[in-house]
């Protein structure tokens, strides 16, 4: 979802008429004017909202009971976006950011918001959501604090910045929002140390060796995009260039200053992705140097995770999102558990311990085969995982017979798809545990599960300090007939 899509939906989430027809308020302000705005609230990006001659105008880095002076930016039917030009009157809850890059770039939208508020304002996030799509009995939900994460900085573990030619350099870093325009990132506080230090010393290496970067002009040049993952557990990281074109000018070179540079580099990948294209990977992998896996340690278990395989951003925190999702489930030894949207089995194969049997599913198949590996890895046998669809393979498995009375569920962010809601509401287990990272679908996804289940409790959890962004925990459970 787009910006300007998220703000349209924040317009009609904030704005009192629903009418179909009503027209677009006539302009109040034009690109360039300095208005005066009292902050209202926050939006789910992390924006500051007020409004001016009554039309809703949202400004990054604008905090709560805060009176500015905004500059206006855009200006659309419905709503407008500002920058903040001057701060007349402080909130209190301000604070000074250790990013130059707040407000600037993406990741760092509440990096001036006390830590405490960031925290209540992720619960409000889930409450605003109910509010709007309300699903049944929603005023009456457990809404719990959300829990802190700790640490609050340092603690990603996947850089993934998009390298570009900045005033005659190689620079490396995230884009301005709704733009193309690279912010160069020499330092980023909420990145893991070991990330930015081999993305620094590649940046340097690509400059040195000459080897092209990519030009989105003429869809010219070679290196697009360098990813690096590191692990908490072993402290080592893995690389992964994203190439225009399958030839790696200087490859050799660059293979070797890597090894003589930067030891903790146990993994080096090449990944094709031709084209100016909004996807950051493309189809082709190739193996360089190294291992082509990083292990890293949850659960006390180990997981080989392959350069496209989906882990929690934040290591120190995961094992907490995970206890709180097999608090949910209040598991047991009779249990047999689904694992649905597993990725590499990490979740499932952390409560195998706990059930008699996980039964998971994955879309892609990659990481299907790294699930099945980090099972007999971590010498599991009653865990296994198949390619495909949660919602072809439940009632395929119920078919043949293959029951299940406990399920877990961690979709991307757009939420269940509809046909497997289906699925759930005729499966009817009798234990249900919805992780979600989008409030807002995870708010639509339960008015129809709604049907079958309540909600006993809803617990966010803060994986993403200095973001707006937020897990939670839904614990489920199924209603009388």
């Given at each position: 979802?787009?910006?300007?899509?998220?703000?349209?939906?924040?317009?009609?989430?904030?704005?009192?008429?629903?009418?179909?027809?009503?027209?677009?308020?006539?302009?109040?302000?034009?690109?360039?004017?300095?208005?005066?705005?009292?902050?209202?609230?926050?939006?789910?990006?992390?924006?500051?909202?007020?409004?001016?001659?009554?039309?809703?105008?949202?400004?990054?880095?604008?905090?709560?009971?805060?009176?500015?002076?905004?500059?206006?930016?855009?200006?659309?039917?419905?709503?407008?976006?500002?920058?903040?030009?001057?701060i007349r009157r402080r909130s209190s809850h301000r604070v000074q950011p250790h990013d130059a890059y707040a407000n600037v770039?993406?990741?760092?939208?509440?990096?001036?918001?006390?830590?405490?508020?960031?925290?209540?304002?992720?619960?409000?996030?889930?409450?605003?959501?109910?509010?709007?799509?309300?699903?049944?009995?929603?005023?009456?939900?457990?809404?719990?604090?959300?829990?802190?994460?700790?640490?609050?900085?340092?603690?990603?573990?996947?850089?993934?910045?998009?390298?570009?030619?900045?005033?005659?350099?190689?620079?490396?870093?995230?884009?301005?929002?709704?733009?193309?325009?690279?912010?160069?990132?020499?330092?980023?506080?909420?990145?893991?140390?070991?990330?930015?230090?081999?993305?620094?010393?590649?940046?340097?290496?690509?400059?040195?060796?000459?080897?092209?970067?990519?030009?989105?002009?003429?869809?010219?040049?070679?290196?697009?995009?360098?990813?690096?993952?590191?692990?908490?557990?072993?402290?080592?990281?893995?690389?992964?260039?994203?190439?225009?074109?399958?030839?790696?000018?200087?490859?050799?070179?660059?293979?070797?200053?890597?090894?003589?540079?930067?030891?903790?580099?146990?993994?080096?990948?090449?990944?094709?992705?031709?084209?100016?294209?909004?996807?950051?990977?493309?189809?082709?992998?190739?193996?360089?140097?190294?291992?082509?896996?990083?292990?890293?340690?949850?659960?006390?278990?180990?997981?080989?995770?392959?350069?496209?395989?989906?882990?929690?951003?934040?290591?120190?925190?995961?094992?907490?999102?995970?206890?709180?999702?097999?608090?949910?489930?209040?598991?047991?030894?009779?249990?047999?558990?689904?694992?649905?949207?597993?990725?590499?089995?990490?979740?499932?194969?952390?409560?195998?311990?706990?059930?008699?049997?996980?039964?998971?599913?994955?879309?892609?198949?990659?990481?299907?085969?790294?699930?099945?590996?980090?099972?007999?890895?971590?010498?599991?046998?009653?865990?296994?995982?198949?390619?495909?669809?949660?919602?072809?393979?439940?009632?395929?498995?119920?078919?043949?017979?293959?029951?299940?009375?406990?399920?877990?569920?961690?979709?991307?962010?757009?939420?269940?798809?509809?046909?497997?809601?289906?699925?759930?509401?005729?499966?009817?287990?009798?234990?249900?545990?919805?992780?979600?990272?989008?409030?807002?679908?995870?708010?639509?996804?339960?008015?129809?599960?709604?049907?079958?289940?309540?909600?006993?409790?809803?617990?966010?959890?803060?994986?993403?300090?200095?973001?707006?962004?937020?897990?939670?925990?839904?614990?489920?459970?199924?209603?009388?007939?």
């Amino acid at each position: 979802m787009n910006g300007e899509m998220i703000m349209e939906r924040h317009y009609h989430k904030y704005h009192h008429s629903r009418s179909a027809d009503r027209q677009p308020a006539p302009a109040v302000a034009a690109v360039g004017d300095r208005i005066p705005l009292t902050i209202r609230k926050l939006g789910v990006n992390g924006q500051g909202i007020g409004y001016f001659k009554h039309k809703v105008c949202f400004v990054p880095g604008a905090l709560p009971g805060e009176v500015v002076v905004a500059q206006v930016a855009r200006i659309h039917p419905h709503y407008m976006e500002a920058t903040l030009h001057r701060i007349r009157r402080r909130s209190s809850h301000r604070v000074q950011p250790h990013d130059a890059y707040a407000n600037v770039a993406g990741g760092f939208e509440l990096e001036d918001l006390a830590y405490p508020e960031q925290l209540k304002f992720k619960r409000q996030v889930v409450l605003d959501a109910l509010t709007k799509f309300r699903p049944r009995g929603y005023r009456n939900f457990d809404v719990r604090p959300t829990i802190a994460a700790d640490p609050q900085y340092g603690y990603r573990n996947k850089a993934q910045f998009q390298v570009r030619m900045v005033a005659g350099h190689v620079a490396a870093g995230l884009y301005k929002a709704n733009s193309h325009d690279l912010v160069d990132m020499p330092t980023c506080e909420v990145q893991m140390p070991g990330t930015m230090h081999v993305m620094r010393t590649l940046v340097q290496l690509i400059e040195q060796l000459g080897i092209p970067v990519f030009d989105e002009s003429n869809n010219s040049g070679i290196i697009k995009t360098l990813v690096v993952r590191e692990s908490m557990t072993n402290q080592n990281c893995q690389l992964t260039i994203i190439t225009n074109t399958p030839k790696l000018i200087h490859k050799h070179q660059l293979l070797t200053e890597i090894a003589d540079q930067l030891p903790e580099v146990t993994s080096v990948m090449q990944n094709v992705n031709p084209g100016d294209t909004p996807l950051i990977w493309g189809d082709q992998m190739i193996h360089l140097a190294g291992d082509t896996y990083l292990t890293e340690s949850l659960m006390g278990l180990d997981f080989q995770l392959s350069a496209r395989s989906f882990l929690q951003l934040n290591p120190y925190q995961t094992e907490r999102l995970y206890e709180e999702a097999a608090k949910a489930l209040q598991l047991s030894r009779d249990d047999v558990l689904v694992d649905a949207y597993a990725g590499v089995g990490t979740i499932g194969l952390s409560l195998a311990s706990r059930v008699k049997q996980v039964y998971g599913m994955e879309t892609i198949d990659a990481a299907v085969k790294d699930a099945n590996a980090n099972a007999k890895l971590n010498e599991i046998d009653n865990a296994s995982y198949e390619t495909g669809k949660a919602e072809d393979l439940l009632p395929q498995w119920q078919a043949n017979d293959r029951q299940f009375n406990a399920l877990v569920v961690d979709p991307p962010r757009t939420g269940l798809d509809n046909s497997l809601i289906d699925a759930i509401l005729k499966a009817r287990p009798a234990k249900l545990a919805y992780v979600s990272c989008d409030m807002a679908t995870l708010a639509r996804n339960l008015v129809r599960l709604g049907r079958a289940y309540r909600v006993d409790y809803i617990q966010p959890v803060d994986m993403m300090p200095q973001t707006p962004r937020c897990e939670a925990v839904v614990k489920l459970s199924l209603r009388e007939r």
